[in-house]
Nanobody, 125 residues
């Protein structure tokens, strides 16, 4: 059974930092693309970042480039999203996603096979 368990969300002031973790199990970690989506109230889910564990290639939404960093710890089967210089518009529920299909040009589409339960991120102004 595939499991994606997010942690690390919370409340932070604008300009602050948070690190999200996605602990995974139930699949061959090195073969999967794993990413993060977010959804703010009243908005559609938005692709934030993705990493292909097979070759380490990463993708980022323009809105987070230079502020967020995705990384992967193959020994722990865990993916991290380091979020710096947070802005109020970064608030939302952050979901960890995974798929066995490599995603490059379509990484931001919400069509991943597996989703975590979500972790709330709130950024106060």
């Amino acid at each position: 059974e595939v499991q994606l368990v997010e942690s690390g969300g919370g409340l932070v002031q604008a300009g602050g930092s948070l690190r999200l973790s996605c602990a995974t199990s139930g699949f061959t970690f090195d073969d999967y693309a794993i990413g993060w989506f977010r959804q703010a109230p009243g908005k559609e889910r938005e692709g934030v970042s993705c990493i292909s564990n097979s070759d380490g290639r990463t993708h980022y939404a323009d809105s987070v480039k230079g502020r967020f960093t995705i990384s992967s710890d193959n020994a722990k089967n865990t993916v991290y999203l380091q979020m710096n210089s947070l802005k109020p518009e970064d608030r939302g529920v952050y979901y960890c996603v995974a798929d066995s299909e490599r995603r490059d040009s379509s990484w931001f589409l919400p069509v991943y096979a597996y989703w975590g339960q979500g972790s709330q991120v709130t950024v106060s102004s």
